[in-house]
């Protein structure tokens, strides 16, 4: 292992005490992604597993082959979506009443999260409740070869707790090697056209492999039973700024998510029928191609045990294929105190996705 991976791995270990990002700003500087080397991502997955050496083992999941003779010999684009719980919610805010605060200490949980990711190798990774971005995933995700945005909540309820690390948002990260940034666009939602707390990241990719061009989207629509019609807002809102990035569908599309809302909410409705010809990968898991999970999130609060279809990868129909998709934890893996846990570091579950381009995108427009 170089000694200066250990070096850059022995310091993001020792999670900052402080609270906002201005607090700590001169260790941000020393930890400038530019100035330092390419990590080696078995390094980086050694580092991790050393520090979770007294954990349960991460969990096996196994990807499920959905190709149907796409007649593409390009290598697939690996997109992931998770939402991984902020810092701050996790320890302050959310009371998973289950789960042992020594579970969710963020000098160990930030290695099983990062454990996940490097497990799954994805080409576009996409995440919401992001409070340790420029002191965790930003300087390391950018030495793994990956170009980061972030764009956090105007109001984020991460800064209502104690000690917090600076607001949450949505990030987005990308393989350099694989893909050239033609434009990027931070969207702030709207709802009944006012300004919400909820963001979007929009960003147009060129494949190099390729040369095609698609557009992928990061988003956290808001949360809690009775904000129905706010998400339905929300995402119409989203869509129609998806519709002009792409220009009415011209360009694939990818959108990444924790909507907060089942398959019988409008917005799923709203997304389904888009002019946009969405469709929405993990319903290729079920027999019939029509149903989503049983779940995505499993958690037990004050409040009771919730266990909910939340989390979604959409793409166009038309213009993509779904090769293949990570099956979900099983409920006797998650176990009976649910999520997160010592095995597993978030309320929702990691989806990933093997995407290829349809060689005849107009066929279904």
């Known amino acids: 292992m170089g000694n200066s991976t250990s070096r850059l791995y022995s310091v993001l270990a020792k999670t900052l005490s402080s609270g906002a990002v201005s607090q700590h700003q001169d260790c941000l500087e020393q930890l400038d992604s530019a100035q330092l080397d390419p990590i080696d991502p078995k390094d980086l997955l050694e580092e991790c597993q050393i520090v979770l050496q007294k954990r349960p083992p991460r969990f096996q999941r196994n990807f499920v082959n959905l190709k149907k003779n796409s007649g593409s010999n390009h290598r697939p684009i690996r997109v992931m979506q ?26 160990e949980r930030k290695c ?9 190798k994805p080409d576009i990774l ?47 990260f990308f393989l350099k090697e694989r893909f050239e940034l033609v434009s990027s ?6 709802a009944m056209k006012l300004k919400t707390n909820q963001v979007a990241i929009a960003q147009t990719l060129k494949c190099h492999e390729t040369g095609r061009l698609f557009c992928i989207a990061v988003t956290h629509l808001k949360a809690r ?32 998510g924790d909507f907060n809302a089942e398959p019988t909410e409008e917005v799923y409705r709203e997304f ?9 990968a993990y319903k290729l898991l079920s027999p019939d191609g029509q149903t989503e999970p049983p779940y995505t999130t499993w958690k037990i609060r004050p409040s009771g045990e919730c266990r909910h279809t939340l989390d979604y990868i959409w793409y166009s129909q038309h213009a993509l294929n779904v090769n293949s998709a990570l099956g979900l934890l099983t409920e006797e893996q998650i176990g009976p105190n649910r999520l ?5 570091p978030s309320d929702h579950l990691s989806l990933v996705c093997d995407f290829s381009f349809n060689q005849d995108p107009d066929r279904l427009l």
């Open 82 to 107: 998770w939402n991984i719980l902020a810092q701050a919610l996790g320890e302050g805010k959310d009371n998973f009443v289950q789960c042992p605060m020594e579970a969710l200490k963020w000098e």
């Open 112 to 120: 099983l999260i990062l454990e996940e990711i490097l497990a799954y």
């Open 126 to 172: 996409c995440l919401q409740e992001v409070d340790h971005y420029f002191d965790t995933f930003e300087p390391l995700l950018s030495r793994l070869g990956y170009q980061c945005t972030f764009f956090p909540k105007p109001w984020s309820p991460c800064l209502d707790v104690e000690h917090n690390n600076g607001p949450d948002g949505c990030a987005m």
């Open 185 to 190: 666009a931070n969207i702030r939602l709207t």
């Open 225 to 256: 039973t009775g904000w129905e019609r706010f998400r339905s807002a929300q995402g119409c809102d989203l869509l129609q700024n998806l519709k002009n990035i792409t220009q009415g569908a011209k360009i694939p599309l990818i959108v990444c």
């Open 272 to 280: 389904s029928n888009s002019s946009l010809n969405l469709n929405s």
């Open 340 to 344: 997160p846990s010592f095995n597993y």
